[in-house]
């Protein structure tokens, strides 16, 4: 299904709520725009707004910090490392960032290593494959942030409200008109309503204050999160939310002042230079080398660390000082530091809701749709959780607002 082929049907200029600034809001922002400027009609404009509970847009997270001597970046990618395109549809959507240099393959040296056991025996790196154009991994630059951001600036018909989080919604349900409503909630409650007969909802934040009405939500928060949102709303869809399951994931970020200060397995003088880092290990999953990145030349070592997600699960309520100093003990024995190539820069961070666990067979969720309400329940985890699962999703959502009109 192309951008194209999502403009069958006029839109009728209808009010969006999309509560996420991740990728999924994101892209479905921007597929509805395409929509609406594809289409003949010329009063299908939709009026979206997006509500993101932080200060800025994507998921694809990015940390850095600078040096006082260089002036120089560590630069840590501690959301997703990549994406891969594998359908017709997101190769041609992600073309044009390609063109720019936006967007960049990545073809990695990649290894399989075995840490270092208590005995004193050092790692063991074994060659495993090198990425290619053909099966490309993708990577956004300067910053994995770099093309969410990129997405953000080129809305037009879409408002971002950053730091604002949106409360649960109720099922209370009313007949009167949107402003009779509004006079009425004064004296009832600060929660949601849903208006049966324009089918509008009308949504507040935590404050209780009115962030006004729309035709349709589309919630794209991790399901965890969705839940949460959706609990006593009467979403004819709720117990589908928690079929697909969610792991938590923990990343540490290292940093050392200069190359020379790296250790061996790291400076390519033992070993063969490596990117990627495959881990046999009941902690630490895999380690991505982000100095040696296309376009990345110019950060200081840098190096992000995923640990297992059923790890990060096991442990997700555990302090994180705690935690960053097992996944550290976990890091030594991989990379074998010493104490005078122990890195200068240690940073840990938690996701809670980080990974979908695929089955190879189980059907996709897709998103889930409450038609009498118009509301939209989407994200990756919908799909086999990855960032082209976004698109995907995104474009499913589309299609099913303009097949409503």
Same mark, same amino acid.
């Given at each position: 299904?192309?951008?194209?082929?999502?403009?069958?049907?006029?839109?009728?200029?209808?009010?969006?709520?999309?509560?996420?600034?991740?990728?999924?809001?994101?892209?479905?922002?921007?597929?509805?725009?395409?929509?609406?400027?594809?289409?003949?009609?010329?009063?299908?404009?939709?009026?979206?707004?997006?509500?993101?509970?932080?200060?800025?847009?994507?998921?694809?997270?990015?940390?850095?910090?600078?040096?006082?001597?260089?002036?120089?970046?560590?630069?840590?990618?501690?959301?997703?490392?990549?994406?891969?395109?594998?359908?017709?549809?997101?190769?041609?959507?992600? @073309?044009?960032?390609?063109?720019?240099?936006?967007?960049?393959?990545?073809?990695?040296?990649?290894?399989?290593?075995?840490? @270092? $056991?208590?005995?004193?025996?050092?790692?063991?790196?074994?060659?495993?494959?090198?990425?290619?154009?053909?099966?490309?991994?993708y990577?956004?630059?300067?910053?994995m942030?770099?093309?969410?951001?990129?997405?953000a600036?080129?809305?037009?018909?879409?408002?971002?409200?950053?730091?604002?989080?949106?409360?649960?919604?109720?099922?209370?349900?009313?007949?009167?008109?949107?402003?009779?409503?509004?006079?009425?909630?004064?004296?009832?409650?600060?929660?949601?309503?849903?208006?049966?007969?324009?089918?509008?909802?009308?949504?507040?934040?935590?404050?209780?204050?009115?962030?006004?009405?729309?035709?349709?939500?589309?919630?794209?928060?991790?399901?965890?999160?969705?839940?949460?949102?959706?609990?006593?709303?009467?979403?004819?869809?709720?117990?589908?939310?928690?079929?697909?399951?969610?792991?938590?994931?923990?990343?540490?970020?290292?940093?050392?002042?200069?190359?020379?200060?790296?250790?061996?397995?790291?400076?390519?003088?033992?070993?063969?230079?490596?990117?990627?880092?495959?881990?046999? $290990?009941?902690i630490?999953?895999?380690?991505?080398?982000?100095?040696?990145?296309?376009?990345?030349?110019?950060l200081?070592?840098?190096?992000?660390?995923? @640990?297992?997600?059923d790890?990060?699960?096991?442990?997700?309520?555990?302090?994180?000082?705690?935690?960053?100093?097992?996944?550290?003990?976990?890091?030594?024995?991989?990379?074998?530091?010493?104490?005078?190539?122990?890195?200068?820069?240690?940073?840990?961070?938690?996701?809670?809701?980080?990974?979908?666990?695929?089955?190879?067979?189980?059907?996709?969720?897709?998103?889930?749709i409450?038609?009498?309400?118009?509301?939209?329940?989407?994200?990756?985890?919908?799909a086999?959780?990855?960032?082209? $699962?976004?698109?995907?999703?995104?474009?499913?959502?589309?299609?099913?607002?303009?097949?409503?009109?």
């Open positions: 299904m192309t951008d194209h082929a999502l403009c069958s049907t006029v839109l009728s200029d209808p009010k969006i709520a999309i509560i996420g600034g991740g990728l999924t809001g994101l892209l479905t922002a921007t597929l509805l725009e395409r929509a609406s400027n594809q289409s003949s009609s010329s009063s299908n404009t939709p009026q979206i707004t997006i509500f993101e509970k932080s200060r800025s847009v994507g998921r694809l997270a990015t940390r850095y910090r600078s040096d006082s001597k260089t002036d120089k970046n560590w630069q840590w990618s501690f959301g997703a490392q990549f994406f891969t395109a594998k359908t017709t549809d997101f190769q041609q959507f992600i @073309a044009a960032w390609l063109d720019t240099g936006l967007l960049k393959p990545w073809c990695a040296e990649v290894i399989e290593l075995t840490p @270092a $056991s208590d005995n004193g025996q050092s790692p063991n790196i074994q060659s495993k494959e090198q990425w290619d154009a053909v099966h490309a991994r990577i956004s630059t300067p910053k942030t770099s093309w969410g951001r990129e997405l600036a080129a809305l037009k018909h879409t408002t971002i409200v950053f730091k604002t989080r949106v409360a649960p919604l109720t099922q209370y349900l009313h007949h009167q008109s949107p402003q009779q409503s509004q006079r009425q909630i004064q004296h009832q409650t600060h929660n949601q309503t849903f208006n049966q007969n324009s089918k509008q909802t009308e949504l507040f934040d935590e404050t209780g204050a009115s962030l006004g009405w729309f035709d349709w939500v589309i919630f794209t928060a991790p399901n965890g999160q969705a839940v949460e949102l959706m609990a006593d709303s009467g979403f004819n869809q709720q117990d589908k939310i928690t079929k697909p399951q969610m792991q938590a994931c923990y990343t540490l970020m290292l940093g050392w002042d200069d190359v020379q200060k790296l250790p061996e397995t790291l400076n390519g003088q033992l070993t063969p230079q490596w990117d990627v880092a495959y881990l046999n $290990s009941a630490l999953d895999r380690i991505f080398i982000e100095h040696q990145k296309p376009a990345h030349d110019e200081l070592p840098s190096v992000t660390i995923h @640990a297992r997600n790890w990060s699960e096991a442990h997700v309520d555990d302090d994180i000082e705690t935690v960053k100093e097992q996944l550290l003990q976990a890091a030594k024995q991989a990379l074998n530091w010493k104490e005078y190539s122990a890195p200068s820069q240690t940073d840990c961070h938690r996701w809670r809701y980080a990974a979908t666990i695929v089955n190879k067979d189980t059907e996709e969720l897709g998103i889930l409450d038609e009498t309400k118009q509301w939209i329940v989407s994200g990756d985890w919908c086999k959780g990855n960032i082209e $699962s976004c698109y995907r999703m995104a474009q499913q959502t589309v299609k099913a607002i303009m097949q409503t009109q």
